[in-house]
């Protein structure tokens, strides 16, 4: 049960999030995924946004999902960025179903958490895949707080830790990520998995923060370190992903996306 201490902080959080401007996706996520590492004890936190491809092969056990895009809090030696998470991925891509990679399909399409020490057997933190990936770079427990938003797409935060969660912990981390549709969104909608026709590049995805600025596509290319026919073949590509013809099209489609 969560103590009204609790609820206000929670409730501070969701204030402080909300202040971050529309081009700050990135910080605000991290801002909101540090606040709960700190209390909650977690070492690390992602965030990963889930989508389902139409067509999935018969068998197929995870029924079409693919992890489209993925944030991580903090780098994972030796990876820089995320680089620990998808060589995860990489193993579900690859469909070499490890027991873990079932938990986020019960109860799809529903509000949910998923915990590896709750939720897996006890055989399993004696697995080879345990211990590369979870154990050999400190977390010894896991939880997720998955939100959907249509049948297709899904937003999905992780929390590593050291040691086991309390279900008061898992309680606060449900609680705190429900309340927030809005920024579910605004994740999917910065990666381009929610308006979107395709998932953007991590170098659109940059592109279109400073897009969401009052920046010139000189100025983008000056802050991406790109040159400024690259920054506009990359605002070209964005515009035909979300399907509009100008900057004020897409703030509008963010802005009605996001209300």
Not at 104 to 115: E, H, I, K
Not at 213 to 236: G, L
């Amino acid at each position: 049960m969560m103590t009204g201490e609790e609820q206000a902080w929670v409730h501070g959080l969701w204030d402080e999030v909300s202040d971050f401007e529309a081009s700050q996706c990135e910080r605000a996520s991290a801002h909101l995924m540090g606040a709960l590492c700190a209390a909650t004890g977690a070492w690390n936190a992602t965030w990963a946004g889930a989508v389902r491809i139409g067509g999935a092969a018969q068998g197929d056990p995870l029924k079409g999902w693919r992890v489209a895009s993925v944030q991580a809090l903090k780098p994972v030696p030796p990876h820089e960025d995320e680089g620990h998470f998808k060589e995860i991925l990489k193993e579900w891509d690859r469909r070499e179903i490890d027991p873990s990679f079932l938990l986020p399909m019960t109860g799809v399409g529903a509000f949910r958490t998923y915990a590896f020490r709750r939720d897996l057997p006890a055989g399993w933190f004696e697995s080879p895949f345990f211990r590369r990936y979870y154990e050999a770079v400190g977390t010894r427990d896991a939880v997720f707080v998955a939100f959907p938003l249509n049948q297709d797409c899904e937003s999905h935060f992780g929390f590593y830790a050291g040691r086991p969660f309390t279900p008061g912990e898992i309680a606060l981390l449900a609680y705190a990520l429900r309340g927030i549709k809005w920024f579910h969104r605004h994740l999917m909608m910065s990666s381009g998995l929610l308006a979107a026709s395709a998932p953007l590049t991590p170098a659109e995805r940059r592109v279109l923060q400073l897009l969401l600025t009052k920046a010139s596509e000189k100025e983008i290319a000056r802050q991406a370190e790109i040159a400024t026919s690259t920054a506009h073949q990359h605002v070209t590509s964005i515009f035909r992903k979300f399907a509009v013809r100008s900057r004020a099209e897409l703030m509008s489609l963010w802005l009605k996306s996001l209300g």
